[in-house]
């Protein structure tokens, strides 16, 4: 989703010194260290193997270990398919320079540096996804806030209950609920079309983890159950315990301990207000004043009830949610849930929840864990909303207990040098924060099964309304990123789809072009979504162009080869970064029954200083909605319009089936 804009801004930063055969065996290091830990996670898989035969069905990691591993693409087949997706966004001299440097690369260097990748293949779970992870977000010295984090909504309609502690506590013990089956592994499996198993790696480091500053790169810090939260709420931190004589609290006992901290009138000791500033800035400052001031006493044993803790609660004291009435009140609801105050999100954990004052909740996500919490988040709603539900006034379900301890005040120490750092962090992140020009977009003229009427993926369908969208904002096409999952082999993530393609650029150029048939239109639209498909099917199988380059760039670094083409192709702007959400509430919810009950998606910050991110989600038959997000500093760009945009596309597009209808 967001790992669109560290890919732009990716510098790589390890070096290597000394004797050809030095840099050789730093590579051969590298691969050893990565094969290492993959075998230890293959020991912990068997175990689960052979957990899976001792039951009838399927528990969530009992494929793991049949999963195949991602495969090494052919470099001629990479080359040609990276030269065929930016052909459309070079002219003649340009192309020519860049088919040059690609058959020189191919010719001279590529072969060495693929051999080492298929070595690494051989050897390791996954070639692509530790280094994926330690270059694309650990080495990361920037805001992860904006940056790298994203989000997801609450429900677009339902308000289950007003009472702020009453949603916390049924919302949190539902949480508890889902991570006890997920660390007994009795979560069934995720399967592509209900039939290919997916890769479950991902939810391991879902709860009781933490990403850790450092000077040079970040580490992530994953724990095994733990059994207490940390709660913000108007600048104060609070430690809730979650378990009660050997079991979960219950939603009842919950709401009374956060309702405890919504009566508590203490006021923020010094520093303690805006001290998640610091995970909200720059990674060097936060490295440095961890280690000096977070060291030893209460501050030590405070941040670690943060970085220990199952994970981060905000009780925040603003109203938020989307309301049709109320223009704007998507756009600052996602804001708020992407960046907040800039204080009141502990960024580095894996999830932030946040309770609202009015009862609606959101999640402010890590990205460097993984990408998979859309599944989890839907399993809570509904077990919030139809398993567990609410007294008539609003309160969860369940008598008082008088016998609890209260939440704990965490302690801290802040000296003024500390103060003044966490001042500039929450400066650098409130700059970055007011920059974030959002708009979220509910389109509901017409939705998926009005698209599959016209026998069209819904994916490729939209994608092209959004190359067309963004032809009419800016005059000009862009390389388009476009997430896919790589989830059918072993610990597999993502890999890019080049949306911006020859014949989609053809589609484009015949929509704005009043003397085009719309005949014409429509067989050209058809010829760039089956394209589009293809090259789908090629990222999710393997086959896809960006994640092997990136390897061969790493590669080249440690053996010390200098590559113009690995160079220009890793420095290259993705101007419009797109991901779609995963639609999985269908499974847990029939919305033909309850049609309100629809997630709103989640979405990322702007991906360039110049350019779009967009998220979107198909809901149902009828509903998709899009979250826009871009810089106000930049005078090219408008979130508002760009969404203005998009609908006119779809409407656009679809208006060419219209027609055919009609003629037949």
Request: charged share 25%; proline share 4%.
């Amino acid at each position: 989703m967001a790992e669109a804009h560290q890919a732009v801004a990716f510098q790589f930063t390890v070096t290597s010194e000394g004797i050809n055969l030095q840099f050789r065996r730093e590579v051969l290091k590298h691969i050893y260290l990565s094969g290492v830990t993959s075998w230890r996670k293959r020991v912990i898989q068997l175990k689960r193997l052979v957990k899976m035969f001792s039951g009838r069905r399927p528990l969530l990691y009992s494929f793991q270990a049949a999963l195949p591993r991602l495969p090494v693409p052919n470099i001629d087949d990479t080359i040609c398919r990276y030269l065929e997706s930016v052909r459309p966004l070079l002219d003649d001299d340009q192309y020519k320079q860049m088919e040059t440097l690609a058959y020189e690369f191919k010719k001279d260097q590529a072969p060495k540096l693929q051999k080492y990748l298929q070595l690494k293949s051989w050897w390791s779970n996954n070639y692509v996804s530790d280094w994926w992870e330690e270059y694309i977000y650990m080495r990361s010295r920037g805001p992860i806030m904006v940056n790298s984090n994203f989000y997801i909504m609450d429900l677009l309609y339902v308000f289950p209950t007003h009472r702020q502690a009453a949603r916390a506590g049924n919302v949190v013990h539902a949480i508890l609920q889902y991570r006890r089956k997920l660390e007994r592994g009795e979560h069934a499996p995720m399967r592509a079309l209900g039939v290919v198993p997916m890769c479950s790696y991902q939810y391991e480091r879902m709860f009781n983890t933490t990403r850790i500053p450092g000077i040079e790169t970040d580490t992530v810090q994953h724990l095994r159950n733990r059994k207490h939260l940390v709660v913000y709420h108007k600048g104060c931190f609070f430690k809730v315990w979650l378990y009660y004589g050997g079991r979960h609290l219950l939603p009842s006992e919950l709401e009374q301990q956060f309702q405890y901290i919504l009566n508590n009138s203490s006021e923020p000791q010094p520093g303690e207000l805006k001290l998640a500033a610091l995970t909200a800035g720059n990674r060097v400052p936060w490295a440095k004043a961890r280690q000096k001031y977070f060291s030893d006493g209460v501050n030590k044993a405070s941040l670690n009830a943060i970085e220990t803790a199952a994970f981060f609660l905000t009780l925040d004291d603003e109203e938020h949610g989307y309301d049709p009435e109320r223009p704007g009140s998507m756009d600052l609801y996602a804001k708020s849930l992407l960046h907040g105050k800039c204080y009141d999100r502990w960024f580095d954990k894996s999830f932030t929840l946040v309770v609202y004052k009015n009862g609606k909740i959101g999640v402010n996500i890590e990205h460097s864990w993984g990408r998979c919490p859309h599944r989890w988040t839907y399993d809570v709603l509904a077990t919030d909303y139809f398993r567990l539900g609410y007294t008539e006034e609003g309160h969860c379900k369940g008598d008082i207990n008088k016998g609890l301890a209260f939440p704990t005040r965490l302690q801290w120490d802040i000296p003024k040098p500390c103060q003044d750092i966490i001042e500039g962090s929450y400066r650098i992140a409130k700059d970055l924060a007011d920059d974030v020009d959002f708009h979220g977009y509910v389109f509901e003229e017409f939705g998926k099964g009005q698209i599959k009427k016209s026998k069209t993926s819904p994916d490729a369908f939209i994608q092209l309304a959004l190359q067309l969208a963004h032809f009419r904002d800016k005059g000009e096409f862009c390389l388009t990123y476009e997430s896919s999952m790589t989830r059918m082999f072993r610990e597999g993530r993502t890999e890019t789809v080049r949306s911006c393609t020859i014949e989609s650029t053809a589609f484009v150029r015949a929509m704005v072009d009043e003397t085009c048939t719309k005949e014409k239109r429509l067989a050209l639209f058809r010829i760039a979504a089956d394209k589009h498909q293809n090259m789908y099917r090629l990222a999710m199988t393997g086959d896809g162009i960006d994640r092997h380059l990136f390897c061969l760039y790493i590669v080249s670094k440690l053996v010390d080869v200098e590559s113009p083409f690995l160079k220009q192709v890793l420095s290259e702007p993705w101007h419009l970064s797109t991901s779609q959400t995963p639609q999985q509430q269908l499974n847990l919810v029939d919305i033909q029954k309850f049609p309100k009950y629809v997630g709103a998606g989640g979405g990322f910050g702007p991906v360039a200083d110049d350019g779009y991110g967009v998220s979107y989600i198909i809901i149902g038959e009828n509903l998709i909605t899009f979250h826009i997000s871009s810089k106000f500093s930049c005078p090219e760009t408008d979130s508002h319009r760009f969404g203005q945009n998009i609908r006119q596309a779809m409407l656009d597009i679809r208006a060419l089936f219209d027609q055919k209808q009609k003629t037949n």
